[in-house]
Structures are given as structure tokens and as C-alpha cells.
């Protein structure tokens, strides 16, 4: 073997290994910065009771509360800044709070990994005498009496969905009647 063959033979292997390095190193930075999917099952959510407040403007407006379970091993931060509350139709779609009831802002919270967070929801959805309901407000309203509010003046509403980046948590509105 000449010197001039053993010099070609050592150049082709060295590119043919630089080129394979480079091509496992782009398909791995390319798997890493492709649109994941959001996680749907790290947190999971429960609707436990609404309640009245009186917001800012002297109105009252409902108030939802929600135990969030993480079931990941590691600590979820629901942040204000990246995630978007939408409401969820009954038909399935979702549209965004702030096309209904104008700017919102979210509570931030951790929830620790493998435990449960009580998370309380602001939608400021109104609390007042309408035409169109067959339920009326009450001074000081039961929470089946809030839940037939919903039920019968909001009966588009089927929930509400959190998303980030990576991240969405339904969270069901319990509107179905109860069962006696």
C-alpha cells in the first residue's frame, strides 16, 4: 500500500465519520426544537365549588376553585406569563377569555410534584339578574345554587383549559345535574 492510497483511504473514513457525527448531531437538534406536543396528562384537574366575589368595578362575579393533581415526578409552575386560559364550548372548541370578557390575568402557582393544590379561577363571569336565564341570583347563593346559575344561564360552557408551551390542564366545569 502506497503512502499516496493509505493518505486517501484515512481522509474518507475521517470525512465519512465527521459527516455521520454531524448528521446525528442535526437530527438531534432538530428532534429537540420540533413543536412537541402539550402534555395533557401531568396535571389533572378537579372541579370542587364556585363562588361570588366582588371584583375591582364593585360587580359580583363568579369564582371558581379546581384541585390541581401533578402526577409528574418533577415541581409544574402555572405562570402567568405564557399561559392563556381559554374557555371550552360543549361543541369542543375553545376560544380565548379575553375575547369574552376582556383582559385577564392568572394566578400563579407551583404545584409540587405528586401532590394537590387548590387553584382558585377568576373568569369574572357576572353574576347578575338576566333575561335570558331561568335562574336568578341569591343574596348569599348555595353552591348548587351557583351550579344551576351556570348550568341554565351559561349552558355553552362546558369548562375552562390552561396552555403553555408545553403544558394544558382541562379543567371541566362539573355542570352535569346531579343525580339523585
Request: glycine share 10%.
Given at each position: 500500500m502506497t503512502l499516496k492510497r493509505l493518505f486517501?483511504?484515512?481522509?474518507?473514513?475521517?470525512?465519512?465519520?465527521?459527516?455521520?457525527?454531524?448528521?446525528?448531531?442535526?437530527?438531534?437538534?432538530?428532534?429537540?426544537?420540533?413543536?412537541?406536543?402539550?402534555?395533557?396528562?401531568?396535571?389533572?384537574?378537579?372541579?370542587?365549588?364556585?363562588?361570588?366575589?366582588?371584583?375591582?368595578?364593585n360587580e359580583r362575579v363568579l369564582e371558581l376553585r379546581y384541585a390541581l393533581r401533578n402526577t409528574t415526578k418533577r415541581?409544574?409552575?402555572?405562570?402567568?406569563?405564557?399561559?392563556?386560559?381559554?374557555?371550552?364550548?360543549?361543541d369542543g372548541s375553545l376560544q380565548d377569555v379575553k375575547n369574552i370578557i376582556g383582559n385577564y390575568k392568572l394566578d400563579e402557582a407551583k404545584v409540587p410534584a405528586g401532590e394537590t393544590i387548590l387553584y382558585m379561577l377568576h373568569p369574572k363571569i357576572p353574576y347578575e339578574v338576566r333575561k335570558d336565564c331561568k335562574v336568578q341570583t341569591a343574596d348569599d347563593p348555595t353552591k348548587e345554587q351557583l351550579e344551576e346559575f351556570l348550568r341554565s344561564c351559561f349552558d355553552w360552557l362546558s369548562g375552562f383549559v390552561l396552555m403553555s408551551a408545553d403544558l394544558r390542564i382541562d379543567m371541566p366545569f362539573a355542570s352535569e345535574k346531579p343525580k339523585n
Open positions: 486517501v483511504i484515512t481522509a474518507a473514513i475521517a470525512f465519512g465519520g465527521t459527516a455521520g457525527v454531524a448528521a446525528v448531531i442535526g437530527a438531534w437538534m432538530w428532534w429537540a426544537e420540533r413543536p412537541k406536543p402539550r402534555d395533557t396528562a401531568a396535571i389533572r384537574s378537579h372541579y370542587e365549588k364556585a363562588f361570588t366575589e366582588t371584583d375591582k368595578d415541581d409544574v409552575d402555572i405562570g402567568a406569563i405564557g399561559t392563556t386560559l381559554y374557555v371550552q364550548r360543549r
